[in-house]
DNA sequence: GCGGTGGTTCGTGCATTCTGAACGGCGTCC
DNA sequence: GGACGCCGTTCAGAATGCACGAACCACCGC
């Protein structure tokens, strides 16, 4: 582990939507560094484009981070064939669909589409991050993660409440994960907001590991009478993004027994009547 | 300038829409380093997100950059600056506009908003390179910076040519850069693309730095007719962006003499009958 | 004009990175 | 099906490049 590189990509993350502009004093305070080196890192990064320097010597996040941002999403074969899929679970369900990966331990919204019986979900937007114990995506990721490392994370972000069902525990989570990776899929009843739920699925790539999550969210007074057929959906929508990846499973976890290698049913992502 | 770092950032900058996996042995070929050095930088990158690891060891761009990039999109004053007025000029004109920036002495384009008279250019795209001395934003940005830096550019990546108008001497350059500069806007001729003509001025910053410009995109037979109208067009919205960015200048290079201190006409972003 | 804040520079000592060789897993070609 | 070769990964020694603190300078507010 390099850790100037490890340096220079703390001192990235430092840059949020709260906070894009950065001096060298307070880089050298929020990394715990000397002001000389907090200085040089800035520096090389503004040199190589990762960062711009404002006339009056402040860093801002550089023009070379959009251009590598579109060069990963050119290539994403992930995106590319979640695409269609969530263009179709969008218009058979109105509703809102999203496509989350984790980082750094939170879950970070990489699509979203809306649908027009959606209501507008301000909280996950595209490029946005949110704590992973409370939303459905974020619990389908977790649930595919080392219990330690859900620790970590858990240790280091702690369990913020959003609503009276967030997760408050580790005892609860640690559950509830578990029942996620069992059943394959996981809901957000109402967890990150009042009213708001939803079911979300696990994406796996070739080699079998869960790189994404995918989920439809929907108002509460539609998602009790409907959660069967919506996790029909997703879970199958989340399936076929999988096998679009190069991943091939004899029996899914939710048809043991059964032995069904039949491609995905078309019924899934038809709309609930 | 921290070696380590110039050398990650080297690592990130390989990953192209045309390359976009790269193996250790690959990426320690292309740096001339050895692999046990290239192993390290690209295990780290992956560890900090910025990289991603496939299943079978090789390495490919991480999520932790589309975050990084929609923070800098979302908090980029240049952009919010310059999308309404694009937008006028799109309305007035139906042809295409650009927003561009300089990032290693090539362009990069941040914006670009299609017009519905306009003919789809393929060539330009959001987060798409190209080289800086062929288009109209690009002679714009070299005009603007150092003829050290430009000659540096020049030699590193050569005068490619796409059309027979393409500029093709380092002199041819030096004298149609010095003219930019004075006139304090640049014509791109079917430089790029037989067919395709645009205008284009610099944005400054309000350190009275030119840290963007902008273009508007004409096909040859209505470019030549209204080349008068286009050029007051994109200056004045340039000029525009840049009073929105805190740029104030008492008289700009082509009012030389005049002291007109209004502000911008708003005739300007009319179409052209 | 003075003090304070914040960005920048410099030189030295020490730890971190660099190097090259060896390991082991995987795919492939015979 | 076996052996070869490619490629990602690991390791230990050696020197180079980074970390550090103090000092400098420019700007701003008082």
Same mark, same amino acid.
């Given at each position: 582990?390099l850790?100037? *590189?490890?340096?220079a +990509?703390?001192?990235?993350?430092?840059? #949020?939507p709260?906070?894009?502009?950065?001096?060298? #004093? /307070?880089? +050298?305070?929020?990394?715990?560094?000397?002001?000389s080196?907090?200085h040089a890192? =800035?520096?090389?990064?503004?040199?190589?484009?990762?960062l711009?320097r404002?006339?009056?010597?402040? &860093?801002r =996040?550089?023009?070379?981070?959009?251009?590598?941002?579109?060069?990963?999403?050119?290539?994403?074969?992930l995106?590319?064939?979640?695409?269609?899929?969530?263009?179709?679970? $969008?218009?058979?369900w109105? /509703?809102?669909?999203? =496509?989350a990966?984790? *980082?750094?331990?939170?879950?970070? &919204?990489?699509?979203?589409?809306?649908?027009d019986r959606?209501?507008?979900?301000v909280?996950?937007?595209v490029?946005?991050?949110?704590?992973?114990?409370?939303s459905?995506v974020?619990? *389908?990721?977790?649930?595919?993660?080392p219990? /330690? #490392?859900?620790?970590?994370?858990?240790?280091?972000?702690?369990?913020?409440?959003?609503?009276?069902?967030?997760?408050?525990?580790?005892?609860?989570?640690?559950?509830?994960? !578990?029942?996620?990776?069992?059943?394959?899929?996981? &809901?957000?009843?109402?967890?990150?907001?009042v009213? =708001?739920?939803?079911?979300?699925?696990?994406?796996?790539? !070739?080699?079998?590991? $869960?790189?994404?999550a995918?989920?439809?969210?929907?108002?509460?007074y539609?998602?009790?009478?409907?959660?069967?057929?919506?996790? #029909? +959906?997703?879970?199958?929508?989340?399936?076929?993004?999988?096998? !679009?990846l190069?991943? &091939?499973?004899?029996a899914?976890?939710?048809?043991?027994?059964?032995?069904?290698?039949?491609?995905?049913?078309?019924?899934a992502?038809?709309?609930?009547?």
């Amino acid at each position: 582990m390099l850790q100037t *590189v490890q340096k220079a +990509a703390q001192v990235l993350r430092l840059f #949020t939507p709260r906070q894009p502009e950065w001096g060298v #004093t /307070e880089v +050298a305070a929020a990394l715990a560094i000397p002001k000389s080196g907090a200085h040089a890192l =800035l520096r090389t990064l503004a040199a190589e484009g990762l960062l711009q320097r404002t006339p009056n010597g402040r &860093y801002r =996040l550089g023009w070379s981070l959009f251009e590598l941002s579109q060069t990963l999403l050119d290539s994403s074969a992930l995106l590319r064939a979640a695409r269609p899929v969530m263009e179709r679970l $969008v218009a058979g369900w109105g /509703e809102t669909t999203h =496509l989350a990966v984790l *980082v750094d331990g939170q879950v970070l &919204y990489v699509e979203k589409l809306q649908g027009d019986r959606a209501l507008e979900i301000v909280l996950s937007g595209v490029g946005k991050r949110l704590p992973a114990h409370c939303s459905g995506v974020g619990k *389908v990721l977790l649930a595919h993660q080392p219990w /330690e #490392t859900v620790l970590q994370i858990v240790q280091r972000t702690g369990l913020v409440s959003f609503t009276p069902n967030t997760i408050r525990t580790v005892e609860q989570l640690r559950e509830e994960l !578990e029942r996620v990776r069992q059943q394959g899929f996981a &809901y957000d009843q109402e967890e990150v907001m009042v009213g =708001l739920c939803c079911a979300a699925a696990p994406i796996y790539d !070739e080699s079998g590991q $869960v790189i994404a999550a995918m989920s439809l969210s929907v108002p509460a007074y539609r998602f009790y009478p409907n959660r069967q057929r919506l996790t #029909t +959906a997703i879970v199958d929508a989340a399936r076929r993004v999988s096998e !679009e990846l190069g991943y &091939y499973q004899e029996a899914w976890p939710w048809e043991n027994g059964k032995q069904s290698r039949s491609r995905s049913s078309e019924l899934a992502t038809s709309a609930p009547t």
